[in-house]
């Protein structure tokens, strides 16, 4: 079956670094999505991970680890409107598949 | 260039009703996911539609159907609504499958 854990709720000074972790117990995994979701709005595209490393993108990078079920979201230089819900989510299925397994997400609080 | 737009954006049923939920992709996105979001499971997939076949069906019952046409629009249609049925439903679509998604504002359900 799929299983992705992340922290619930996090905390982190305006201007600060925060890395939300994210790790997932599947076989299938093609790939690992990172999404923003502020609160009463859709969810934003933020990034995509197929093969190991980091991926840089302004602010924002995320990592992965396959053989460890492992992936990082890192956010530099937080603002206070980076405080919304962020979501890992792992590409089910044969490749090129739309199936996107979700986890719970982690909700950052960004405090001044 | 215009977003995923979903129609309507609130609706309130009654247990028992069916409902229609429609959703306009992206210009020149093929391929359309529907999720379910809740406070307590979080976002899960519904189905994916590409090229007017549902290619990938999540763990719903069978009273949750969904449809694409030749523009690549999508329906979705929820029969026997039960009050769990309650829920943000959003659509999201990308240029191709296993592509980046882009998630409309969602149509929230709310079942009485």
């Known amino acids: 079956g799929q299983n992705i854990d992340q922290p619930t709720e996090m905390t982190a000074t305006e201007g600060a670094i925060v890395q939300i972790n994210c790790t997932y117990q599947?076989?299938?995994?093609?790939?690992l999505f990172w999404y923003q979701q502020h609160a009463g709005e859709a969810p934003t595209f933020l990034s995509y991970?197929?093969?190991?490393g980091l991926e840089e993108k302004g602010r924002f990078s995320s990592f992965l680890s396959r053989s460890k079920g492992y992936s990082y979201l890192l956010l530099k230089e937080l603002q206070m409107k980076d405080s919304a819900s962020y979501l890992c989510a792992g590409q089910l299925g044969v490749t090129g598949a739309n199936n996107l397994f979700f986890g719970t997400g982690t909700r950052l609080t960004v405090i001044p | 260039k215009a977003g995923v737009t979903q129609t309507p954006r609130y609706l309130i049923k009654t247990r028992g009703q069916q409902v229609t939920l429609s959703c306009s992709p992206i210009s020149g996105h093929r391929s359309v996911s529907w999720y379910q979001q809740t406070p307590g499971q979080g976002l899960q997939f519904l189905f994916e539609?590409?090229?007017?076949?549902?290619?990938n069906k999540g763990n719903f019952p069978g009273r949750f159907s969904g449809r694409q046409f030749s523009n690549s629009r999508s329906e979705m249609n929820v029969s026997t609504l039960e009050l769990g049925d309650s829920a943000l439903y959003l659509c999201?679509?990308?240029?191709?499958?296993?592509?980046?998604?882009?998630f409309g504002p969602g149509t929230r359900l709310t079942v009485t």
């Open positions: 539609y590409f090229s007017e076949t549902q290619r």
């Open positions: 599947t076989s299938g995994f093609n790939g």
């Open positions: 991970n197929v093969l190991d």
């Open positions: 999201a679509s990308s240029l191709f499958r296993g592509g980046e998604q882009y």
